[in-house]
């Protein structure tokens, strides 16, 4: 079975032998089976601070909180340095899941309008009521596949920087490119340290780790340290010490390289089978990296205005029509109405399990 709605790789992308090796070599490395650190394994934050450099944001190990997963991070956040009724600008749409922790802790979700560049900047505005943040996907936009260009990038740390609007900027699914390099991190223009940033294994490797990353100015990241170890006491050591053994082994590189190629096939098979059983009733982009093909955000608001008009008109005009006029209209054109109506119906019906039936042959 193909879970279509989670965002992670095939189990068959999962590199076992490698991995093998990983955990072989870290049973001889082990020392100590205590507690780890608040901030979490010290080689494995010294690892991502050399990795981030690779992508641009330059920050030291210090800086970096190791979390029990992206969703984890923003967990922290919400109730380590937000008070409950925080304003959080999110995307419209968003990831349901982040939406999730950001209600259930209590925020104000403010949904900012979007288009093929990501967010409308021109509605970011601090709220004077309230602490406002900025929760974004800036690369790989969840559910729209959205890559936001340099530009719209300088714009919003310029804007949010000027609103006094510090962001949380979520890269979980930066390493997923397909086709060419997304532009640098948010956090890499951030020069007064208001970029949160998280970072996760979950996409190139597998969520089960349960492992990700957050980078954010050393007295931040050191409160939610504290808060985390009162919480969980620290993100399994077993997956930090196997994380960073991938990591410093050059594993993680040689690996990414071939889920890339990977999925470049898997989406070409993914597209052919969208052209050739929907391309006369959908549109799509062609991904350019991430795992979802999905409807072009310019497109999908009228695309959703013209099913709800049409589903309108047919169902609430008709009987509408059909009540207000029913001791005008002669009996017998009642009937055909009713016929025609219900012939329709049937009609869609059939076609609807048809290709179903097709789907799953
Ligand atoms: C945008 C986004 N952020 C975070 C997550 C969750 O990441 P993690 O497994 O590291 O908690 C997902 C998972 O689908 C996601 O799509």
Redesign the pocket.
């Known amino acids: 079975m193909i879970r279509l709605g989670?965002?992670e790789l095939s189990p068959e992308l999962f590199p076992r032998k490698k991995m093998q090796s990983v955990f072989q070599s870290i049973s001889d490395k082990i020392g100590s089976l205590g507690y780890l650190e608040p901030k979490g394994l010290l080689p494995l934050t010294k690892i991502i601070s050399a990795y981030l450099k690779k992508h641009g944001v330059d920050v030291s190990p210090d800086c970096i909180l190791i979390v029990s997963?992206?969703?984890?991070a923003l967990q922290l956040i919400s109730i380590g340095i937000l008070q409950p009724g925080s304003t959080i600008f999110v995307e419209k749409p968003s990831?349901i899941?982040?939406l999730s922790v950001f209600q259930s802790t209590g925020m104000k979700l403010t949904g900012l309008s979007m288009d093929e560049y990501g967010i409308r900047v021109n509605e970011i505005k601090r709220s004077n009521k309230n602490t406002t943040l900025l929760y974004t996907?800036p690369t790989f936009h969840?559910p729209t596949g959205i890559i936001m260009p340099e530009e719209r990038r300088n714009k919003i740390i310029t804007i949010c920087e000027k609103e006094r609007v510090p962001i949380i900027e979520?890269d979980?699914y930066r390493e997923l490119w397909l086709d060419e390099l997304p532009p640098k991190p948010l956090k890499s223009k951030d020069k007064n340290g208001s970029v949160l940033y998280l970072g996760?294994i979950?996409k190139t490797l597998a969520?089960w780790f349960r492992i990700?990353w957050l980078v954010g100015p050393e007295p931040v990241v050191n409160r939610l340290g504290d808060i985390k170890m009162q919480t969980d006491y620290g993100s399994s050591s077993l997956s930090q010490w196997a994380l960073a053994e991938w990591m410093a082994s050059g594993l993680y590189e040689e690996n990414i390289l071939e889920v890339r190629e990977k999925l470049r096939i898997r989406r070409q098979v993914a597209l052919n089978a969208l052209e050739r059983n929907f391309s006369d009733i959908a549109i799509w982009n062609k991904p350019k990296g991430g795992f979802r093909a999905s409807l072009p955000v310019v497109d999908a608001n009228i695309f959703i205005l013209g099913v709800a008009l049409a589903s309108f008109f047919w169902f609430t005009g008709i009987t509408t029509i059909a009540s207000v006029f029913r001791n005008n209209i002669n009996i017998k054109v009642m009937r055909w109405i009713n016929l025609i109506c219900g012939g329709v119906m049937i009609y869609y019906g059939l076609k609807l399990v048809y290709t179903f039936i097709v789907m799953i042959r």
């Open positions: 989670t965002g997963g992206a969703l984890q990831y899941k982040s996907i969840n979520d979980v996760s979950s969520p990700g």
